[in-house]
């Protein structure tokens, strides 16, 4: 899972960064209900002025997929502070 920048965050920010690993396989038209834990700091950018990682809330991307070459699905998603 491959998450993107906080729009809000008005600080430098990867386009998407890795944001956390489930390995499964699904067969044609099977669905699996899947819980990736994302760390806080991993969707947290530093702030220079106050020395310190800032958590991006707000609305951002998640992708899903094989590898960064290979991502099928985008999720929209929200992250509180």
Sequence with gaps: MYAGPAPDLPLDQ?????AGYRRLTLRAGEERRVTV???PRTLSSWDPEVH????????????IG?????????????VGG
Aim: charged share 30%; net charge positive; hydrophobic share 40%.
């Design 37 to 39: 834990r994302v760390e």
């Design 14 to 18: 990867p386009v998407r960064v890795p």
């Design 52 to 63: 310190d990682w800032v958590l991006g809330t707000g609305p951002r991307g998640e992708w």
């Design 66 to 78: 094989a590898s960064s070459r290979d991502l099928r699905l985008l999720l929209n998603a929200r």
